[in-house]
């Protein structure tokens, strides 16, 4: 009798084995086991089998609730076995196989799961969301334990019903019924899981094996695809260009990529143009190496929440299912320890874990992957600049000894230790392929307008009074002086800000949409597929002064929920939206391969940001010949009698690099070159026209660091 156990309040899997010294002494003692769980895999039969084995021989019953989300060969069982209630003769046969249930449970887990099914010993049914839309799956974990005298125990914690029991830091709460002070718990425990099983809840419905199998809601969690690629051909070593069982054909230079980080010990990072397939190409390297070694971890690492559901999708294209770790999922660190032991365990051959940037470098994230083999787990980081960041450190995980890192832009803004930090993990960059290599066959042709800007009255004497400022404290800042350093960040800060929101871009912008407007109704078209860069401050000016021109605008910014930012992408393709307003939350990972139209108002200086502001409108889109970006550059008057060549001059370096870098690649380059020659020309700096980003990068450096040795 289940009174007659000698029962701890809670047991905790630094102190117990939870299946051995709890569930199996429980199943043991019962004629009626009533299970709800996030996640059952046949595995965990063989750890409880002593335990199983009593149950049944007390003609006992085990009622297991959980979500639909399960191994291929379990649910082949399951099915089988309901087949088996029908079918006499596989009945038969299933029983010639389960006649040593003890011996068939460690042995052949799959029949005798299949048999207990056909038998009624074993019942299931499927949790499954009311709502869709809503998403989410059943993660409850709780048991109720009933014996032939009524006498009812009742636990509760965080352990699934996967290959080991006792997980990393995985703990139960036991109530028994005849304490009185418990009982209120183990009612309430019994009466929510009858009545989920029976009729569901108000956040579940309930579907029965049968159901089920007629409505093919299962989920498989599979390590490869379950169908045959286009050519009807699997692979065996994915290392052709041809469709794959993952079905996707790579191009030459993915491929290339792939080989030239294999070569690099499975190390490297892809410097690859926004646009070229970054994604694609990583994931994969990633199903190569679970093709090679038959089992593989992968950790992939993203800045963002929007980019979670992205990463999400095309991992499950290459047969991975991702678990989403960030601060708005909801128990992802106990399915991470889960899935990670039913992968140590033999019982997955694949474990993939996503998560933001943020919640990957916590200490809470570093334990619950800590269990994973060194030898075969892969670190992807996605926009993998970031990383770099002394805050996000910790995400580069050194237990990953396969590590790809993905950018347009890897090297960090003036940031030497940061992008050193992430070039020494990652050993280097392997795999470059730059923009003018895709544009043209891989990304779409683009003209380049810059549209010169300049300050006003006001904004040119504090630009000036700021220069001055600078300067003097720029020759008092000394090595480790972090206060002036501080100050002197603070006074760039604010000078860049006004050259960010200067006032005359608004009325420039608003003279080329009049233009545009009328162009288009000329055409006989409407004017959409628009994007707007801004300073941050200015999106709701600007949105309220292009919305008074007529046109459907809405903003794209931190404060729109991200249910929100899929519908308004989803307007925006479909024209309902003819224009968006954005700050930053374009700048990466957002597909919207339609838009045709950018006007850069927030004059920018750090190339990670406007390469991959370029890069959101340059993927190739049905009917998109070419794409125009509108640059806002902010330029010294040179009619001005009171030019200060120091002044003047530092504004223009500030803005050229942007110029030279969108130039270069242009359709329309020398026409673009004209615009701005005569104002380069009156300072002497024609070289400016042709030095991109880096190179000023690397001029700076040099000169500070030959001023830190004199």
């Known amino acids: 009798m289940l009174r007659d156990l000698e029962l701890h309040h809670v047991y905790d899997s630094a102190e117990y084995d939870l299946v051995n010294d709890l569930i199996t002494p429980l199943l043991s003692e019962s004629c009626e086991y009533w299970r709800g769980v996030g996640f059952f895999t046949s595995a965990w ?49 299933l029983y010639r196989h389960v006649a040593d249930l003890a011996h068939a449970l460690s042995k ?35 048991g109720v334990f009933i014996d032939t005298m009524g006498n009812i125990v009742a636990i509760h914690g965080s352990f699934n019903d996967s290959a080991k029991g006792s997980l990393n830091g995985e703990a139960f709460s036991v109530f028994r019924s005849w304490e009185e002070g418990q009982r209120p718990f183990v009612e309430r425990h019994q009466s929510r899981l009858l009545r989920l099983w029976r009729s569901g809840n108000s956040q579940f419905e309930i579907l029965t094996l049968p159901e089920a199998i007629r409505k093919e809601i299962v989920r498989l969690r599979t390590s490869s695809r379950p169908y045959e690629s286009a050519k009807g051909e699997r692979s065996s070593d994915g290392s052709s260009n041809e469709v794959q069982d993952y079905g996707v054909e790579l191009r030459p230079y993915q491929r290339a990529a792939i080989d030239a980080w294999k070569k690099n010990s499975f190390k490297g990072i892809f410097e690859m143009a926004t646009g070229t397939g970054k994604t694609f190409t990583a994931l994969a390297a990633a199903a190569e190496r679970r093709n090679h070694l038959k089992h593989l971890a992968v950790i992939i690492l993203v800045p963002y929440l929007h980019l979670l559901d992205q990463w999400k999708v095309n991992s499950e294209k290459f047969g991975f299912f991702p678990i989403l770790c960030s601060g708005t999922q909801d128990h992802w660190v106990t399915e991470v320890k889960s899935k990670i032991q039913d992968y140590r365990f033999g019982s997955l051959s694949s ?73 020494d993990y990652f050993d280097g960059i392997c795999f470059e392929y730059p923009l003018e290599q895709a544009i043209g066959t891989f990304l779409t042709p683009y003209r380049y307008f ?24 720029a020759s008092q800042v000394s090595e480790h002086d972090v206060d002036t350093e501080e100050r002197l960040k603070r006074l760039l800060l604010q000078r860049s800000q006004i050259v960010s929101a200067a006032e005359n871009k608004l009325p420039l912008l608003l003279n080329l949409f009049k233009k545009q407007i009328t162009a288009s109704r000329e055409a006989g078209v409407e004017l959409q597929d628009v994007l707007i860069y801004c300073a941050p401050g200015k999106h709701r000016e600007i949105l309220h002064a292009v919305s008074s021109l007529g046109l459907r605008c809405h903003e794209f910014v931190h404060t729109v ?115 701005i020659r005569e104002i380069v020309n009156a300072f002497q700096v024609l070289h400016l026209l042709d030095a991109k980003p880096w190179d000023i990068y ?13």
């Open 698 to 710: 690397h001029e700076v450096m040099e000169s500070v660091e030959i001023k830190s040795r004199s």
């Open 450 to 473: 810059p549209i010169l800007t300049l300050l006003t009255q006001n904004e040119r004497e504090e630009y000036e009074d700021l220069s001055r400022r600078i300067a003097k404290l």
């Open 561 to 675: 929920s991200m249910e929100n930012r899929v519908s308004l992408l989803q307007q925006f393709v479909r024209g309902d939206i003819q224009v968006l307003i954005a700050i930053h939350c374009l700048d990466e990972g957002v597909d919207i391969p339609s838009t045709r139209t950018a006007y850069f108002l927030s004059s920018t200086t750090n190339p990670r940001e406007f390469i991959q502001r370029r890069g959101r409108i340059l993927r190739k889109f049905e009917g998109k010949p070419r794409a125009d970006v509108y640059d806002f550059i902010v330029v010294p008057d040179i009619n001005y009698s009171h030019l200060r060549k120091d002044h003047d001059f530092s504004l223009l370096r500030r803005e050229m690099p942007r110029f030279a870098e969108f130039s270069a690649n242009a359709e329309n380059e020398f026409e673009a070159r004209a615009v």
């Open 45 to 93: 039969l063989r750890t409880a089998c002593r335990g199983i084995v009593k149950l049944v021989s007390n003609g006992g019953i085990a009622r297991i609730v959980t979500s639909p989300l399960m191994q291929k060969a379990d649910w082949e069982a399951l099915q089988i076995g309901d087949n088996a209630k029908r079918d006499t003769i596989m009945h038969d046969i």
């Open 108 to 142: 052949d887990t799959l029949n005798a799961l299949a048999w207990m099914v056909a038998d009624d010993v074993m019942e299931f049914r499927f949790a499954i969301p009311r709502d869709f839309d809503m998403g989410g799956d059943y993660h409850d974990k709780v």
């Open 351 to 423: 474990v993939c874990i996503l998560a933001v940037h943020q919640t990957a470098s916590t200490q809470r994230f570093a334990k619950s992957v800590k269990g994973l083999p060194e030898e075969s787990t892969m670190l992807i980081a996605d926009e993998v600049h970031s990383l770099g960041a002394p805050r996000l450190r910790e995400a580069l995980l050194p237990l990953a000894t396969m590590r790809l890192g993905l950018s347009a832009t890897p090297r960090r803004w003036y940031d030497q230790e940061g992008s050193e930090v992430l070039l």
